[in-house]
């Protein structure tokens, strides 16, 4: 036994992590040679090199040679193939004052189904990609998989519907050409079901995040037919909660039920030049395809789609199977989870293993795990220093050893805890420490400053101290205490958030169980009965903390580096499993000794994720851009990030000027990099302002090689009535203000923005940003970017700027 209480707690908790990890893991590709009706990735890396062979954003150059490619494929598996031209939208927000627009061309291919009166499946990519990144996960991914599940279902009997192939334009700049498809294409009344496909990251497993409304039936049919599903309720929650948009949110907006699907490991490929074909995982791509597949398979070959019934709870377990049931259900077993904890702390009782203080101490040390875990990550947090993108990026390159750090600091401090509370340690160092930690949060990130989530954690760590620790708790009242913790949390999970039960009650429920089983036979002398309960105890650990850490390292990657606190959560949920372990481990006399060393160990990788540098496999990001001024003559270099690397920095200089930080009005509201350039020829866009009948017209006729164009509008009185091409838009004005339109993929012919004219006298200014493909011909490029660098947002761009006025 003595072995047990050495070993037992670190071989469970590292055994746990590391089928955590593999739980993670992408199966590997199919081959070529497949069956005819299986998805293979090895077949859709074809279209994946192909479309992802260079950056191909809305309006570019290469976005015509994907396209073309796209209906070549389509023509070639036969079959109904549209391009449908439009213009898509993004309504302004906040104060209405900004609109982004563009022109979009989606294409469509239809496999007829044998009723083509039955509501279609529609599955859904983007074959955009933003400036410089080629975009092999987002999308091009996407677009292969596609196109490799229409090769499949051909291979088969014919559907029982229609599966409509939509392949959106100008999805990175604002999900237009979803926009257009939802708002205005007729094709979208015969749409019933929405399959979406997307990427932010390249590798890891493809896990469906988010589903439309009513999704009870939908999500029984998934769990059944998807290959090795990965899916949460509470992701989906959280997700709803997320400023962040797909094309798949337009058909939620269309009432439209549906799925939505993304792999998000290796962020650092995400919007990166990284994104290429040899750097994408091609075990993402199967697993995208698996899911993706045999769900759209029975889908379309169903006599009826899935009706709208209440939202399910589900969830994968281990990334092999998925458990998905009503609310009810998971009101049964919350319940069920409700009376094991009852009857554990009775029986505690009972047989006077513990006492109700002690009880009521355990509690309390469930609450400064998580308290004081969430404190020192919170802590971390702000010493990872993430001000800008530059330095978030530098991290996601680093993302595997943060994690690991984080999660290293977070054992050690629950560690140190239980440690504490087995030997009743003394109690004013402690919450000293802790009020500590919450005053240093205050002085990280600039000039001291109120941070109330570090001091309110500071203060209730100092709180929950003196409420857990001063006297020994035993093993029963330190582990019924977090079981009984962990069930308020698993209640109020449930009534706030209901998605979210499935994290919280599975957990409880299988630490319950085993501490229900020791409890029932507790006291017994037979060493063959001691042993199966030390196993039962052992492999729930393990279990929980696989399960566990699986959600936690996925949470983490979903939500950013910049929240390393979120992990805390998740050690709560894992403890009560972990805590006769951790106990038994702590009678050590030199127990502390491990705990201390795991938290240096956490610290030192945490320190190496924010100091450690670029390197060819992980580079950090770069900009360099030539700006134009026709108004005045002027050019200049520059770039809009934070810093300035070395290579930069030269290709600021290489003209003999100077970078300095300035502003660009109307266009960089914040600082950029400027540096003096020589100016040179350029074919302008053209900008008029004029009267025309009772309103005032705004054109622009953009240059060759304009991907988008930026208008800015600054009145001396309020206008209204905006129209962009003829189109009425919700854009306002305020006088003495610039109201703002981002235009993609800009006609040839010109774009052009009206508004009612002013009555009286008055005065229009205007302004207008071109940004074109590569560097000017006739000014001298800045040279290959260095092994370690990478170029970001508008880097090797052409920008010309252009003003006008109108008086009246």
Same mark, same amino acid.
């Given at each position: 036994?003595?072995?047990?209480?050495?070993?037992?707690?670190?071989?469970?908790?590292?055994?746990?992590?590391?089928?955590?990890?593999?739980?993670?893991? *992408?199966?590997?590709?199919?081959?070529?040679?497949?069956?005819?009706?299986?998805?293979?990735?090895?077949?859709?890396?074809?279209?994946?090199?192909?479309?992802?062979?260079?950056?191909?954003?809305?309006?570019?150059?290469?976005?015509?040679?994907?396209?073309?490619?796209?209906?070549?494929?389509?023509?070639?598996?036969?079959?109904?193939?549209?391009?449908?031209?439009?213009?898509?939208?993004?309504?302004?927000?906040?104060?209405?004052?900004?609109?982004?627009?563009?022109?979009?061309?989606?294409?469509?291919?239809?496999?007829?189904?044998?009723?083509?009166?039955?509501?279609?499946?529609?599955?859904?990519?983007?074959?955009?990609?933003?400036?410089?990144?080629?975009?092999?996960?987002?999308?091009?991914?996407?677009?292969?998989?596609?196109?490799?599940?229409?090769?499949?279902?051909?291979?088969?009997?014919?559907?029982?519907?229609?599966?409509?192939?939509?392949?959106?334009?100008?999805?990175?700049?604002?999900?237009?050409?979803?926009? !257009?498809?939802?708002?205005?294409?007729?094709?979208?009344?015969?749409?019933?079901?929405?399959?979406?496909?997307?990427?932010?990251?390249?590798?890891?497993?493809?896990?469906?995040?988010?589903?439309?409304?009513?999704?009870?039936?939908?999500?029984?049919?998934?769990?059944?037919?998807?290959?090795?599903?990965?899916?949460?309720? %509470?992701?989906?929650?959280?997700?709803?909660?997320?400023?962040?948009?797909?094309?798949?949110?337009?058909?939620?907006?269309?009432?439209?039920?549906?799925?939505?699907?993304?792999?998000?490991?290796?962020?650092?490929?995400?919007?990166?030049?990284? !994104?290429?074909?040899?750097?994408?995982?091609?075990?993402?791509?199967?697993?995208?395809?698996?899911?993706?597949?045999?769900?759209?398979?029975?889908? *379309?070959?169903?006599?009826?789609?899935?009706?709208?019934?209440?939202?399910?709870?589900?969830?994968?377990?281990?990334?092999?199977?998925?458990?998905?049931?009503?609310?009810?259900?998971?009101?049964?077993?919350?319940?069920?989870?409700?009376?094991?904890?009852?009857?554990?702390?009775?029986?505690?009782?009972?047989?006077?293993?513990?006492?109700?203080?002690?009880?009521?101490?355990?509690?309390?040390?469930?609450?400064?795990?998580?308290?004081?875990?969430?404190?020192?990550?919170?802590?971390?947090?702000?010493?990872?220093?993430?001000?800008?993108?530059?330095?978030?990026?530098?991290?996601?390159?680093?993302?595997?050893?943060?994690?690991?750090?984080?999660?290293?600091?977070?054992?050690?401090?629950?560690?140190?805890?239980?440690?504490?509370?087995?030997?009743?340690?003394?109690?004013?160092?402690?919450?000293?420490?802790?009020?500590?930690?919450?005053?240093?949060?205050?002085?990280?990130?600039?000039?001291?400053?109120?941070?109330?989530?570090?001091?309110?954690?500071?203060?209730?760590?100092?709180?929950?101290?003196?409420?857990? %620790?001063?006297?020994?708790? =035993?093993?029963?009242?330190?582990?019924?205490?977090?079981?009984?913790?962990?069930?308020?949390?698993?209640?109020?999970?449930?009534?706030?958030?209901?998605?979210?039960?499935?994290?919280?009650?599975?957990?409880?429920?299988?630490?319950?169980?085993?501490?229900?089983?020791?409890?029932?036979?507790?006291?017994?002398?037979?060493?063959?009965?001691?042993?199966?309960?030390?196993?039962?105890?052992?492999?729930?650990?393990?279990?929980?903390?696989?399960?566990?850490?699986?959600?936690?390292?996925?949470?983490?990657?979903?939500?950013?580096?910049?929240?390393?606190?979120?992990?805390?959560?998740?050690?709560?949920?894992?403890?009560? !499993?972990?805590?006769?372990?951790?106990?038994?481990?702590?009678?050590?006399?030199?127990?502390?000794?491990?705990?201390?060393?795991?938290?240096?160990?956490?610290?030192?990788?945490?320190?190496?994720?924010?100091?450690?540098?670029?390197?060819? *496999?992980?580079?950090?990001?770069?900009?360099?851009?030539?700006?134009?001024?026709?108004?005045? =003559?002027?050019?200049?270099?520059?770039?809009?990030?934070?810093?300035?690397?070395?290579?930069?920095?030269?290709? %600021?200089?290489?003209?003999?000027?100077?970078?300095?930080?300035?502003?660009?009005?109307?266009?960089?509201?914040?600082?950029?990099?400027?540096?003096?350039?020589?100016?040179?020829?350029?074919?302008?866009?053209?900008?008029?302002?004029?009267?025309?009948?009772?309103?005032?017209?705004?054109?622009?006729?953009?240059?060759?090689?304009?991907?988008?164009?930026?208008?800015?509008?600054?009145?001396? =009185?309020?206008?209204?009535?905006?129209?962009?091409?003829?189109?009425?838009?919700?854009?306002?004005? /305020?006088?003495?203000?610039?109201?703002?339109?981002?235009?993609?993929?800009?006609?040839?012919?010109?774009?052009?923005?009206?508004?009612?004219?002013?009555?009286?006298?008055?005065?229009?200014?205007?302004?207008?940003?071109?940004?074109?493909?590569?560097?000017?011909?006739?000014?001298?490029?800045?040279?290959?970017?260095?092994?370690?660098?990478?170029?970001?947002?508008?880097?090797? /761009?052409?920008?010309?700027?252009?003003?006008?006025?109108?008086?009246?």
């Amino acid at each position: 036994m003595k072995a047990i209480r050495l070993l037992g707690f670190w071989i469970c908790l590292l055994l746990g992590l590391a089928l955590a990890a593999l739980a993670q893991r *992408a199966p590997p590709p199919q081959p070529a040679t497949a069956p005819p009706d299986a998805f293979s990735a090895t077949r859709a890396m074809a279209d994946v090199r192909t479309i992802a062979l260079r950056p191909h954003p809305t309006g570019s150059t290469d976005i015509v040679r994907v396209r073309d490619h796209l209906m070549g494929r389509i023509t070639a598996l036969g079959l109904e193939l549209t391009v449908r031209p439009g213009e898509g939208y993004v309504g302004p927000r906040g104060d209405g004052r900004s609109l982004i627009a563009g022109s979009v061309q989606n294409v469509i291919g239809v496999l007829p189904g044998q009723d083509r009166r039955k509501p279609a499946v529609l599955v859904m990519s983007h074959y955009d990609s933003v400036a410089n990144s080629p975009g092999a996960a987002d999308d091009a991914a996407g677009v292969a998989t596609a196109l490799e599940v229409a090769r499949a279902l051909k291979a088969g009997p014919p559907p029982a519907r229609d599966v409509i192939f939509l392949f959106t334009d100008g999805e990175e700049q604002g999900l237009l050409g979803a926009e !257009a498809f939802f708002a205005r294409d007729p094709l979208r009344e015969r749409v019933g079901m929405v399959i979406n496909m997307e990427a932010r990251g390249d590798s890891g497993r493809a896990a469906m995040f988010q589903t439309g409304p009513g999704n009870g039936a939908l999500m029984a049919l998934f769990a059944r037919e998807a290959h090795r599903p990965a899916a949460n309720s %509470l992701a989906a929650a959280v997700y709803e909660k997320m400023p962040n948009d797909t094309d798949f949110t337009h058909a939620v907006k269309a009432g439209l039920p549906g799925l939505n699907f993304a792999f998000i490991d290796d962020q650092l490929a995400y919007h990166t030049p990284l !994104a290429r074909a040899d750097h994408l995982d091609q075990g993402s791509l199967q697993h995208l395809g698996d899911q993706v597949l045999p769900t759209v398979r029975a889908l *379309a070959t169903s006599a009826d789609l899935p009706a709208k019934a209440p939202n399910a709870v589900y969830s994968d377990l281990f990334g092999l199977v998925m458990v998905s049931y009503p609310a009810p259900v998971a009101w049964g077993l919350l319940a069920l989870a409700g009376v094991l904890v009852l009857y554990a702390l009775v029986r505690g009782l009972m047989i006077r293993g513990t006492s109700a203080v002690e009880l009521l101490k355990g509690l309390c040390g469930f609450l400064l795990v998580g308290v004081s875990g969430g404190l020192v990550l919170h802590l971390a947090g702000k010493l990872l220093g993430i001000a800008d993108v530059q330095a978030h990026y530098a991290l996601l390159g680093r993302f595997d050893p943060l994690l690991l750090g984080c999660t290293a600091l977070l054992v050690g401090t629950a560690l140190a805890v239980v440690i504490g509370q087995a030997k009743g340690a003394a109690r004013i160092w402690p919450s000293l420490l802790a009020l500590a930690a919450g005053g240093v949060c205050c002085l990280i990130g600039g000039p001291p400053a109120l941070d109330p989530i570090g001091l309110g954690l500071g203060v209730a760590a100092a709180v929950l101290v003196w409420a857990s %620790l001063g006297k020994p708790v =035993g093993v029963l009242g330190a582990w019924i205490g977090a079981l009984f913790g962990l069930l308020i949390l698993a209640i109020a999970t449930m009534v706030l958030l209901p998605g979210g039960s499935v994290m919280t009650t599975w957990p409880l429920l299988v630490a319950a169980l085993a501490a229900v089983l020791v409890l029932a036979k507790g006291g017994t002398r037979n060493k063959k009965v001691a042993l199966a309960l030390t196993f039962f105890v052992a492999l729930a650990a393990v279990a929980v903390v696989a399960q566990v850490g699986a959600w936690g390292g996925w949470t983490f990657a979903g939500l950013g580096v910049g929240l390393p606190a979120v992990l805390a959560a998740f050690g709560l949920l894992a403890l009560p !499993a972990l805590i006769p372990l951790a106990h038994d481990f702590s009678a050590l006399k030199l127990a502390a000794i491990p705990a201390t060393l795991v938290v240096g160990l956490g610290a030192g990788l945490v320190a190496y994720a924010v100091l450690a540098g670029a390197s060819p *496999a992980r580079p950090e990001l770069t900009e360099a851009a030539h700006l134009s001024d026709l108004s005045t =003559g002027r050019a200049w270099r520059i770039s809009t990030l934070p810093r300035l690397d070395a290579w930069s920095r030269g290709a %600021l200089t290489a003209q003999g000027g100077t970078p300095t930080q300035g502003e660009l009005a109307p266009f960089f509201r914040s600082k950029a990099w400027l540096a003096e350039a020589r100016p040179v020829p350029l074919d302008p866009p053209q900008l008029v302002v004029e009267q025309a009948g009772e309103r005032l017209l705004a054109r622009v006729i953009p240059g060759p090689g304009a991907e988008y164009v930026t208008l800015r509008i600054k009145a001396d =009185g309020m206008l209204a009535g905006a129209r962009l091409n003829g189109r009425p838009v919700p854009l306002t004005t /305020k006088p003495g203000e610039w109201s703002s339109l981002t235009y993609h993929a800009p006609d040839p012919n010109g774009v052009t923005l009206s508004f009612s004219r002013l009555n009286g006298t008055g005065r229009v200014e205007a302004a207008a940003l071109e940004v074109r493909e590569g560097w000017p011909r006739a000014a001298p490029s800045p040279g290959a970017k260095p092994e370690g660098l990478m170029g970001w947002g508008i880097s090797d /761009k052409t920008l010309v700027l252009t003003r006008a006025s109108v008086k009246w």
